[in-house]
């Protein structure tokens, strides 16, 4: 069976830029969330979707947003990226919202 | 405001003995728990997790034992493998929320 999906796995992005990561989940699981995770940091809690509804926001600037489409999957986008915003970017899906998440590889973005 | 706590950004093992990993909480609403284990370049993997309605929950060679009123979990391994060498990260979920709140991780090294 295939795990939860990240693409790209690495993205190298301008001070300023947009970018959209995509997500596909665990066939059956409904819920996605989004986290980033900085070097030497656990995972920080960005955005959750279940049945395609917003269910959580974390504490991160209306420049980040999500969407989860029909299929459950997802996109994270992140608008006049910051330096700042260089993290690994992890997608986990759940079959509820308050099941054990299971996670992507996570996709690597660099600001320069 | 860290609400969960690891302490021990590091902790070394030999081969065969057992890894006990610690995890405080402040939280007194957190009511599910959860132990992940992060190898490089890659997303955290699930290990097990625990309700706040038990205090023990085993799986092979992991247990997860909380203590409610110390606010403290923490998770076992026995008997310890150099292949479990990793970050670890525990992590808590509060009724009527739906993010989980990690700790900073403890990395662990088994040696043969």
């Known amino acids: 069976d295939a795990g939860v999906t990240q693409s790209p796995t690495h993205l190298i992005k301008t001070r300023g830029q947009h970018v959209t990561l995509r997500c596909s989940p665990i066939s059956g699981h409904k819920s996605v969330s989004w986290y980033q995770q900085v070097l030497g940091q656990g995972p920080q809690f960005i955005f959750q979707y279940y049945e395609k509804e917003e269910r959580g926001r974390g504490n991160f600037p209306d420049r980040f947003s999500a969407r989860q489409f029909p299929n459950y999957s997802s996109e994270l986008n992140v608008n006049a990226l910051l330096l700042g915003d260089s993290a690994l970017y992890l997608c986990a899906s759940s079959f509820y919202d308050r099941t054990e998440a299971f996670f992507g590889q996570g996709t690597r973005l660099t600001v320069v | 405001d860290q609400q969960v706590k690891q302490n021990s950004p590091s902790l070394s093992v030999q081969e065969g003995r057992i890894s006990i990993l610690n995890c405080d909480y402040t939280?007194?609403?957190?009511?599910?728990f959860l132990w992940y284990k992060k190898y490089p370049a890659e997303g955290p993997t699930f290990l097990i997790s625990i309700s706040s309605i038990k205090d023990k929950n085993e799986d092979g060679r992991f247990t997860v034992f909380l203590n409610k009123s110390a606010k403290h979990l923490s998770l076992h391994i026995v008997p310890s493998q150099p292949g479990d060498s990793a970050v670890y990260f525990c992590?808590?979920?509060?009724?009527?929320?739906?993010?989980?709140?990690f700790g900073t991780g403890t990395r662990l090294k088994v040696l043969a």
């Open positions: 939280n007194s609403m957190f009511d599910y």
């Open positions: 992590a808590a979920s509060g009724a009527g929320t739906y993010k989980y709140i």
